[in-house]
């Protein structure tokens, strides 16, 4: 199982915040086993489906589906509804469980084969992605907590809060991580940027917090950080880029309460994280993802620049259906990332851009993450850039015009006007993991739509 063998029956294991019950490792177990035997156990291996809350029935349900040795498709509760149903016409689980309204059993299953060594399906478009999955076995569970436990020294005295979806990997990574070192969870589902959120966290006196940079740029602009959480040791990042100014903002923020601040690279692919960037070297290797986890090997690739990651972790493969769950491993430990990277003479790691984010702007190749980087530098403000060959897409807040962002991405990017075309908008959509929903910047046409869906719960971490 995940969870560690050694630790102590009566150690909390896990806290609910709404009701403030505690639930022991000891708890904790029972409850898991007594789980595992209630689900239905058909003469073959059975595929559960999660609507997983950050609360402690999920909780149990996901180390159950484990310890039944089933394979259980983890979704975020709040998942679209169509894309809920699409998920249960292509993979037809034998069982579902949320917490509201307990596990409902298909009747009608179908006896079709599934891999013995697969555990877990994550999504890796978040609540509203497609229904493409991530095929993860135990051992990549295990062996990724494993490594970050190793790396940010998680011992059984710490105390982290559920900041992330469970559904999303980096969320899992922080419950698996926890629990592999047999530390304990405050278990919440309110937003970092409610009160009741850094109430539990001074209540119980957490002492690691997770976020995506999407998290980071709230926090620090509103200054929760210097009212709340002075117990915290440890601040964790992934989840993409976080810019050079708010990683500085988060090193000063560390140091002045004694902390520690940690950028990490990852992908679902690779159960959550690849690398990570100690904290003493943050300051001199600032933008670098760091160096790969215990355990891993990271290398970019000599003709395309792509990074590759190799190590215990890495998924057997992609799924789309039913079917897709019978197959073995495809990748045999390696992992081509899709993100172009360079490495440094200390062996440091820096990200550069992705191989599909790129413009042919008039014969030339155009990164549209150095595009984005250059120009929110230079506007002070969050940018998202995208388009198609020969017409560069610009999507600002802030309080600039679009003639000024204009001539902007002009001047720096030696583009004539015809090429540019902006939007300036009062907030960029994000998905439910925080990170920009192009799929909505390309789609929508109108200014007004685009605020309208940034207002919908996809547009902010959870």
């Given at each position: 199982?995940?969870?560690?063998?050694?630790?102590?029956?009566?150690?909390v294991a896990a806290i609910d915040a709404r009701t403030n019950k505690s639930s022991t490792y000891g708890q904790l177990r029972a409850d898991v086993a007594q789980f595992a035997a209630a689900l239905p156990?058909?003469?073959?291996?059975?595929?559960?489906?999660?609507?997983?809350?950050?609360?402690?029935?999920?909780?149990?349900?996901?180390?159950?589906?484990l310890q039944a040795e089933n394979a259980l498709i983890l979704l975020d509760g709040s998942v679209n509804p169509a894309l809920l149903s699409d998920f249960t016409g292509r993979y037809r689980p034998d069982w579902i469980f949320a917490a509201s309204t307990g596990t409902q059993v298909n009747e009608h299953a179908e006896d079709i084969g599934i891999h013995p060594n697969l555990a877990l399906l994550l999504s890796t478009s978040g609540s509203t992605g497609s229904p493409k999955l991530v095929r993860l076995t135990l051992a990549n569970l295990m062996a990724n907590a494993e490594s970050i436990v190793q790396y940010l020294g998680i011992t059984p005295s710490d105390l982290s809060i559920t900041s992330l979806p469970m559904g999303y990997s980096y969320g899992l990574s922080v419950i698996n991580s926890h629990l592999r070192a047999g530390a304990g969870l405050v278990l919440t589902d309110d937003s970092v940027l409610r009160r009741e959120f850094w109430e539990a966290v001074d209540r119980y006196h957490c002492t690691s917090f997770a976020g995506v940079p999407y998290t980071y740029q709230m926090l620090l602009q509103t200054g929760l950080l210097n009212k709340w959480g002075t117990s915290l040791k440890v601040f964790t990042q992934a989840g993409g880029r976080l810019d050079d100014r708010y990683v500085r903002q988060m090193c000063e923020t560390a140091e002045a309460r004694n902390s520690r601040f940690?950028?990490?690279?990852?992908?679902?692919?690779?159960?959550?994280?690849?690398?990570?960037l100690p904290w003493e070297d943050i300051r001199r290797k600032a933008g670098s993802v760091g160096i790969a986890i215990p355990g891993g090997l990271l290398a970019a690739d000599s003709e395309t620049g792509e990074l590759?990651?190799?190590?215990?972790?890495?998924?057997?493969?992609?799924?789309?259906?039913?079917?897709?769950l019978a197959k073995g491993d495809d990748l045999n430990g390696t992992l081509r990332t899709g993100d172009l990277a360079h490495q440094d003479g200390d062996g440091y790691f820096y990200i550069t851009g992705r191989l599909k984010r790129f413009l042919k702007l008039f014969g030339k190749r155009f990164s549209l993450d150095e595009a984005e980087r250059i120009l929110s530098r230079r506007l002070g403000t969050d940018v998202a850039c995208y388009g198609r060959d020969d017409l560069l897409m610009v999507a600002a807040t802030g309080t600039a015009t679009a003639e000024a962002i204009t001539a902007t991405a002009c001047e720096a990017f030696a583009l004539p006007r015809s090429a540019v075309k902006v939007k300036v908008i009062s907030e960029l959509p994000r998905?439910?993991?925080?990170?920009l929903n192009y799929h909505?910047?390309?789609?929508?046409?109108?200014?007004?739509?685009?605020?309208?869906?940034?207002?919908?719960?996809?547009?902010?971490?959870?």
């Amino acid at each position: 199982m995940i969870w560690t063998s050694s630790q102590s029956e009566e150690a909390v294991a896990a806290i609910d915040a709404r009701t403030n019950k505690s639930s022991t490792y000891g708890q904790l177990r029972a409850d898991v086993a007594q789980f595992a035997a209630a689900l239905p156990r058909p003469d073959r291996k059975s595929l559960g489906l999660l609507l997983a809350r950050n609360d402690y029935p999920s909780l149990v349900a996901y180390l159950g589906a484990l310890q039944a040795e089933n394979a259980l498709i983890l979704l975020d509760g709040s998942v679209n509804p169509a894309l809920l149903s699409d998920f249960t016409g292509r993979y037809r689980p034998d069982w579902i469980f949320a917490a509201s309204t307990g596990t409902q059993v298909n009747e009608h299953a179908e006896d079709i084969g599934i891999h013995p060594n697969l555990a877990l399906l994550l999504s890796t478009s978040g609540s509203t992605g497609s229904p493409k999955l991530v095929r993860l076995t135990l051992a990549n569970l295990m062996a990724n907590a494993e490594s970050i436990v190793q790396y940010l020294g998680i011992t059984p005295s710490d105390l982290s809060i559920t900041s992330l979806p469970m559904g999303y990997s980096y969320g899992l990574s922080v419950i698996n991580s926890h629990l592999r070192a047999g530390a304990g969870l405050v278990l919440t589902d309110d937003s970092v940027l409610r009160r009741e959120f850094w109430e539990a966290v001074d209540r119980y006196h957490c002492t690691s917090f997770a976020g995506v940079p999407y998290t980071y740029q709230m926090l620090l602009q509103t200054g929760l950080l210097n009212k709340w959480g002075t117990s915290l040791k440890v601040f964790t990042q992934a989840g993409g880029r976080l810019d050079d100014r708010y990683v500085r903002q988060m090193c000063e923020t560390a140091e002045a309460r004694n902390s520690r601040f940690y950028v990490m690279y990852g992908q679902t692919e690779a159960t959550a994280r690849m690398s990570y960037l100690p904290w003493e070297d943050i300051r001199r290797k600032a933008g670098s993802v760091g160096i790969a986890i215990p355990g891993g090997l990271l290398a970019a690739d000599s003709e395309t620049g792509e990074l590759v990651y190799t190590g215990p972790n890495v998924m057997m493969g992609y799924a789309e259906c039913r079917a897709d769950l019978a197959k073995g491993d495809d990748l045999n430990g390696t992992l081509r990332t899709g993100d172009l990277a360079h490495q440094d003479g200390d062996g440091y790691f820096y990200i550069t851009g992705r191989l599909k984010r790129f413009l042919k702007l008039f014969g030339k190749r155009f990164s549209l993450d150095e595009a984005e980087r250059i120009l929110s530098r230079r506007l002070g403000t969050d940018v998202a850039c995208y388009g198609r060959d020969d017409l560069l897409m610009v999507a600002a807040t802030g309080t600039a015009t679009a003639e000024a962002i204009t001539a902007t991405a002009c001047e720096a990017f030696a583009l004539p006007r015809s090429a540019v075309k902006v939007k300036v908008i009062s907030e960029l959509p994000r998905t439910g993991n925080g990170k920009l929903n192009y799929h909505i910047l390309e789609e929508t046409g109108a200014e007004h739509s685009l605020a309208a869906a940034c207002h919908g719960e996809t547009c902010l971490p959870r």
